[in-house]
């Protein structure tokens, strides 16, 4: 299997998993496993209804599985698309008790197969909760399986009992083996979302040093220019072309800092929680002309071409949206295709989608191979990029466009192939 196939099938694979349980990297860890816990008990309940009615048990187990996986299902729409996390938890946890102490009254109290699902229940609540209201459940746990001790002591027959022992014993095994199974893949889950964490942490620790290594050499190099070239002017023998020279410098040195500053006060936003979205109406085509003239000049610079197919469109195409944002990606994005070309063309636009404007920016420059294409986009990164020109930026441009995308509701990604070039595109809803 190549190389490219296994990471579009990963690729495949996330989509799915974000699908179903929303996407780990913009919900809390709560609203995740909530979801995870409760479409997986709604499919595990429907699998144990067919169990019982293949082995012809009462209607009441039956019934009491089957509303169960509706209940539960429902649980998983409120936590998954509604943000009920709390209610979700509360229910599911509420609800199964409830279930399970029916059914060892009903299931022949100690002597029959519900014992092991309580003693299993306790792990469930363990997963489900934490803080003062762990403490308050585990209490009501224990004195539950208190009281249901009492009526097993006290209780002279049971209401049901099994048609043979071979029906119990196939009752036992399918209950605790469709219940210890839903338990062991949310312990699976939370065990491999931990070391991802924890690798994630030990990573992003490492990004930080080499980052701030790298930060003090983007910070030293313009202010070298500014204070070495400010004390070159204090001669007074230079002459006016040499003095020009110099202020020329001095100015590109300013600006060089004055964009590092805005991005690291961006990312402290951005990492604080403090960017705000200003919806305004926004007209696409007066921006698209202010940002190709404010570009051209630095495109051909270079000696690079600037091409965009929707300038001197007379259309008006006015939306909502928080416009200025909007700007600041298309031209970082485009400012990293200058950086990253040395020859041929830029060209940047937007096509009109059916609920979405899509933009994109397309270079013939040095491109990004498959493997690190996700990677460009994380906070720091550019700073443990083995790449000549990587190493004179700080690393932060590419996370600032994609966190000002997805703060509008968008999503952005990159089509690039080595030595050909790439084309970034991003959505943002109308």
């Known amino acids: 299997?190549?190389?490219?196939?296994?990471?579009?099938?990963?690729?495949?694979?996330?989509?799915?998993?974000?699908?179903?349980?929303?996407?780990?990297?913009?919900?809390?860890?709560?609203?995740?496993?909530?979801?995870?816990?409760?479409?997986?008990?709604?499919?595990?309940?429907?699998?144990?209804?067919?169990?019982?009615?293949?082995?012809?048990?009462?209607?009441?187990?039956?019934?009491?599985?089957?509303?169960?996986?509706?209940?539960?299902?429902?649980?998983?729409?409120?936590?998954?698309?509604?943000?009920?996390?709390?209610?979700?938890?509360?229910?599911?946890?509420?609800?199964?008790?409830?279930?399970?102490?029916?059914?060892?009254?009903?299931?022949?109290?100690?002597?029959?197969?519900?014992?092991?699902?309580?003693?299993?229940?306790?792990?469930l609540i363990l997963l489900l909760w934490d803080g003062k209201a762990l403490i308050v459940l585990l209490g009501?746990?224990?004195?539950?399986?208190?009281?249901?001790f009492y009526i097993d002591y006290n209780a002279d027959a049971a209401l049901f009992e099994y048609p043979s022992s071979e029906k119990r014993s196939i009752d036992i095994f399918s209950s605790l083996v469709i219940y210890a199974s839903l338990l062991i893949i949310l312990l699976y889950v939370f065990k491999k979302d931990f070391l991802k964490q924890k690798t994630k942490a030990i990573e992003s620790d490492k990004l930080k040093s080499a980052f701030l290594a790298n930060m003090s050499h983007e910070i030293r190099t313009p202010m070298n220019g500014i204070l070495g070239f400010s004390d070159l002017l204090k001669n007074p023998k230079i002459s006016p072309e040499i003095q020009e020279r110099y202020i020329e410098i001095i100015e590109k040195s300013g600006l060089r800092m004055l964009n590092i500053i805005n991005d690291i006060i961006d990312i402290s936003k951005i990492e604080a929680g403090l960017l705000n979205v200003e919806l305004k109406e926004c007209h696409l085509n007066e921006k698209i002309e202010y940002i190709y003239n404010l570009v051209k000049a630095e495109v051909e610079?270079?000696?690079?071409?600037?091409?965009?197919?929707?300038?001197?469109?007379?259309?008006?195409?006015?939306?909502?949206?928080?416009?200025?944002?909007?700007?600041?990606?298309?031209?970082?994005?485009?400012?990293?295709?200058?950086?990253?070309?040395?020859?041929?063309?830029?060209?940047?636009?937007?096509?009109?989608?059916?609920?979405?404007?899509?933009?994109?920016?397309?270079?013939e420059g040095i491109g990004v191979g498959l493997e690190k294409q996700q990677a460009i986009f994380e906070r720091f990164i550019q700073a443990d990029i083995e790449d000549v020109q990587a190493r004179q930026g700080a690393g932060l441009g590419l996370f600032i466009t994609k966190s000002y995308v997805e703060l509008l509701g968008g999503e952005i990604w990159m089509e690039s192939e080595p030595?050909?070039?790439?084309?970034?595109?991003?959505?943002?809803p109308i």
């Not at 008790?97 to 299993?120: A, H, Q, T, V």
């Not at 009501?140 to 249901?148: E, K």
């Not at 008006?316 to 970082?332: E, P, R």
């Not at 030595?419 to 943002?428: D, E, L, P, Q, R």
């Open 301 to 363: 610079a270079k000696g690079l071409i600037l091409r965009c197919p929707n300038l001197g469109n007379t259309e008006q195409i006015i939306f909502k949206t928080d416009c200025d944002k909007v700007s600041a990606v298309l031209m970082k994005l485009i400012r990293n295709a200058i950086k990253y070309s040395q020859t041929g063309t830029i060209e940047f636009g937007y096509t009109i989608k059916r609920k979405y404007m899509e933009f994109y920016v397309r270079d």
């Open 1 to 123: 299997m190549s190389v490219s196939l296994q990471y579009r099938m990963i690729e495949k694979m996330e989509h799915l998993s974000n699908l179903v349980f929303g996407r780990r990297d913009k919900i809390t860890s709560e609203r995740y496993f909530v979801t995870i816990a409760t479409i997986l008990a709604a499919i595990f309940s429907a699998i144990l209804c067919c169990f019982h009615i293949i082995n012809a048990l009462n209607d009441t187990a039956v019934i009491l599985a089957f509303g169960n996986a509706v209940l539960l299902f429902g649980l998983y729409i409120a936590a998954r698309f509604y943000n009920y996390v709390l209610i979700s938890k509360t229910i599911m946890t509420v609800t199964s008790l409830i279930i399970l102490d029916f059914l060892w009254y009903e299931k022949f109290l100690s002597n029959g197969p519900i014992l092991l699902l309580i003693l299993l229940f306790s792990s």
């Open 140 to 148: 009501l746990y224990f004195l539950n399986i208190s009281v249901l």
């Open 419 to 428: 030595n050909v070039g790439s084309k970034f595109i991003f959505t943002i």
